[in-house]
């Protein structure tokens, strides 16, 4: 089994979507823990990486540069179904991922349950919150130019600059799996929703025993030999 570590950094705001409003406030709210910290949620990130690994299939086909099986089955990239599963399938996917928290997650909570004991009048939830994320307002323009009438929409967004770290587990260490698992990160650019209105723009680095991944003398190979 291999152990990597993913780490995102948001270059931009960013609406990590729970699907879920706040109350009467808020049409659109990101995903958070019982403090108040925002975090990226597993599936998210894996259908994220899925659909950043069948892109690099895809432009690497096109460029006819090889790096690992580019062969297909049912229209879909085999190594990509193999990597990350299918649906319908039964046995389980060899890649295993966590739920993606800010960094030193461990002692900001530890922090965060000592003051929210002893000082709950100025450390509370909703305050921890404020902290990591902020409100947005968002209105539909019409034909002439103007806002659309009740199109008014409040968002609430995790604030540029948060990095999130998470853990990936490969139970089969096969060397393509690895290599797709970088650029599918390499790859990934935009992350949560609204990405076409400005948010989520994010960068990945992936880590293996606190040292970088890199394959890009490979993708420079299959260039040259273009």
Request: net charge neutral.
């Amino acid at each position: 089994m291999k152990k990597f570590k993913l780490k995102i950094s948001l270059l931009s705001s960013c609406i990590i979507g729970s699907g879920e409003g706040f109350g009467a406030l808020i049409d659109s709210d990101i995903v958070f823990d019982s403090y108040g910290i925002p975090y990226i949620p597993s599936k998210r990130i894996k259908g994220c990486l899925r659909d950043s690994a069948t892109e690099v299939c895809e432009i690497l086909s096109l460029s006819g540069i090889e790096i690992f099986d580019l062969s297909k089955e049912n229209n879909s990239f085999r190594i990509v179904n193999s990597l990350f599963g299918k649906p319908g399938q039964t046995n389980p996917s060899p890649i295993r991922i966590s739920n993606l928290y800010i960094t030193e997650y461990d002692n900001l909570t530890q922090w965060l349950g000592y003051l929210f004991d002893k000082y709950n009048k100025f450390f509370y939830t909703e305050a921890v919150r404020n902290y990591f994320t902020k409100i947005k307002h968002q209105t539909a323009i019409d034909e002439n130019g103007l806002a659309k009438e009740g199109s008014l929409r409040t968002i609430r967004v995790a604030v540029k600059g948060l990095e999130f770290i998470g853990e990936i587990e490969l139970l089969n260490e096969d060397q393509d799996f690895i290599k797709l698992l970088f650029f599918a990160s390499k790859n990934l650019r935009r992350f949560g929703t609204k990405r076409t209105r400005g948010f989520g723009e994010i960068e990945c680095h992936l880590f293996e025993d606190n040292k970088e991944l890199s394959f890009m003398d490979e993708l420079e190979v299959g260039l040259c030999k273009q």
